[in-house]
Each structure stands twice: as C-alpha cells, then as structure tokens.
C-alpha cells in the first residue's frame, strides 16, 4: 500500500512538472513569435510596458518608477513653473517658466542637433534664439485660459450624460489633473475602506478618460516640438542638411531588458521544468517569476480585477496556486525521477564508482 501511494505521488508531481513547464515553454515561445513576427494588423510585438503601468499591487510603483509612469511624465511635460516672488507680471518671461520635463527632452535634442551638425557659434546662437521663441509660444499656449474657435473640444461625463464642450488649454489641463486625483482616490480610499473594488466600472471609465485628455494634450505638445525642430533646421546650410536627420532618441532600456528576460526566461525555465533539467533551480526561478506578477496585480479584494482575469479571486488567484505548486516541486527530485536530472546523477555516479542511491 505505501509502496503504491509512492509511485502514485511520483507520477503526479512528474506530470504538474510538465504541466507547469508546457504553460512556460508556450507562454515564452508565444512572446517570442510576437517579436519576431513584428507588428501587424493582427497582433502587436509582446511588451510588459502596458502591465506594468497598470499595476496596481504592492510592486506596481517600483516597476512603474523604473519604466517611466506615463502619467508622471504628461503631467511633468504640462506644469509651468511659477513666478518668482516679487517677480513684475509686466517683465514675465515666459521661456523662463518652460515645464521642467518639457524643457530637459527639448534640450536634449538640441544638444544632439548641435552635435550632429557641429554647429558654429553663430549658429548656435540662432539656435538659441529660436529655442526661446518656441518656448515662450509653448508656455503662452500652457497658460492659455481664452476659449475661440479653434479651440479644440472634449467629452465631459455626467450622471445624466456625456456632454461635449470647448475648454481652454489651461481648462483641460486642470481637468486631467482632477481626474488623476479622482483615480488616485479611488485605488486608495474607497475601496479599501469598504474591503472589496466597489469603484469597478467608474475606475475603468476614469483611466480612459484620463488617457484621452493625455494623449490629447501631448498631441498637441508634439505639435509645438515638430514647429522648434522646424524652425531650428532653418540655421542649417545645404551642405549640413546632406548629413541627414539627427538619430531618434533610444527606447527605455530597462522596459528593453525586462522584456527581454521575461521573453528568453519563460521560454528557458519552460524548457528546462519539461526535460527536468537543473529542476529545483528552476522550480525556485519560476515561483520567484509568479510572485512578482502577483505582487504586481495582487487579488487583494479591496483592488480593481487585473485586465482579462477569469473568475473571481479573493487573496488567491492562478499564480499563487502555480507558484505554490512550484515551490512543492522543488522540494522534490522530479528532475532524477524523469528528466535529464536522473541521467546526469547516474552518469556522475557512475564516473565516480558509486552505486546510484535507490530513491533515485
């Protein structure tokens, strides 16, 4: 009877092993053809960027601080910088007032441009000139509270409706503003204080609203960047312009490297878990993998659900089952039991004139 109950076990945790190996192997390779394959009108390239800035657990902040909160960097892109006390409205320069994040991603590709070309000191000078006049267009548009007609227009949602209307730059500015305070209390306060995600569907409809007003907004920042370059590449002579355009700024690295790992990691761990290579060593690797994702989107109940989650989970959800299963997994000699593991211990065992333990 015991003997049978062992053999049982055995084949269990060798099939979880392969259960949980296939899971990774085939999320890996199915992150890797996306890569390879590029974007198309079917699937885009796998990146963690859109997870991650949705995190909303323990560890969302730490990644989000790391990758570039999309959020943190509008609004460092849309806050002038106040008068100095004692300062004349009359004399205000407002090119002196440009938006800290704006004005370091500004100087940066006129670092660049000046390299690029080699500019002399006179053109350097225009350059300089030019700078300071779309800065000052830039933060005159910023600080803009008048309503005309080509005032653009957004969507304002009410309890009895959604209403459309004009609102000066300033206006929508202020109303991003709130509406990431609004956001802000709701994964804090609220939820929280009940137990469980009673915002829901007002949650969901916030961050949309908020991503509307943002990339409206950054849109039309773009527009005042493309009218500095413009203007800037006027300084140029024709032999400059030969040199072609300056080299686009490299993507976040970190956001690169965390794709990469996870890509070739999952990929890597799946294989190994399949063929019970180096097994416990993969076992601990995987779990570790499982409880940052679910430090990340915790089922803590007083948080919103993860994006495409199944079910309904209170504390426990999929990858803590999966993370606990590996840690059990590697506890054990699965990898000796069926896997390459086995082979290798007798091979050593064997170059080293020992008898090969009967538990394998």
């Not at 192997?25 to 079917?42: I, P, R, Y």
């Not at 007032?97 to 070309?117: C, D, I, T």
């Not at 593991?341 to 065992?349: F, Q, V």
Request: aromatic fraction near 10%; charged fraction near 20%; include cysteine.
């Amino acid at each position: 009877m015991y003997r049978s109950t062992a053999i049982s076990t055995v084949i269990f945790l060798i099939l979880l092993r392969l259960a949980i190996g296939w899971h990774f192997l085939f999320e890996g390779v199915n992150k890797l053809q996306t890569t390879f394959a590029g974007e198309t009108t079917t699937s885009r390239p796998f990146s963690s960027g859109g997870f991650f800035r949705e995190a909303n657990g323990p560890l969302g902040p730490v990644f989000r601080s790391a990758i570039g909160d999309p959020d943190r960097e509008a609004v460092s892109l849309l806050t002038v910088q106040p008068r100095q006390e004692g300062d004349d409205p009359a004399g205000d320069k407002p090119q002196a007032r440009m938006p800290r994040g704006l004005n370091q991603q500004w100087m940066s590709w006129v670092e660049a441009f000046e390299k690029h070309y080699g500019l002399d000191a006179k053109q350097r000078n225009e350059v300089t000139v030019k700078f300071q006049q779309q800065a000052a267009r830039v933060v005159t548009w910023l600080e803009d509270e008048t309503v005309g007609p080509t005032t653009k227009e957004i969507k304002k949602s009410y309890p009895t409706g959604d209403v459309t209307l004009k609102l000066s730059t300033a206006e929508r500015i202020r109303e991003y503003r709130a509406k990431l305070d609004e956001i802000r209390d709701m994964l804090a306060g609220k939820n929280w204080a009940f137990g469980k995600d009673v915002s829901g569907a007002n949650l969901r409809k916030a961050k949309a609203e908020a991503a509307e007003l943002r990339t409206g907004l950054l849109k039309d920042i773009d527009q005042y960047t493309t009218d500095l370059k413009t203007s800037v590449e006027t300084v140029l002579t024709p032999e400059q312009k030969e040199m072609g355009p300056v080299s686009a700024p490299e993507p976040i690295r970190t956001l690169y490297w965390i794709d990469l790992v996870t890509r070739y990691g999952l990929t890597a761990m799946g294989l190994c878990l399949m063929v019970g290579f180096l097994t416990r060593t993969n076992c601990w690797l995987a779990a570790g993998f499982l409880l940052t994702t679910y430090l990340c989107t915790p089922a803590f109940p007083w948080l919103p659900a993860a994006p495409q989650s199944e079910g309904n989970y209170v504390f426990v959800n999929k990858n803590l089952i999966e993370m606990l299963a590996l840690c059990v997994l590697a506890t054990t000699h699965s990898g000796r039991w069926f896997g390459l593991d086995g082979l290798i211990s007798a091979t050593w065992n064997l170059l080293a004139g020992k008898r090969p333990a009967a538990n394998g």
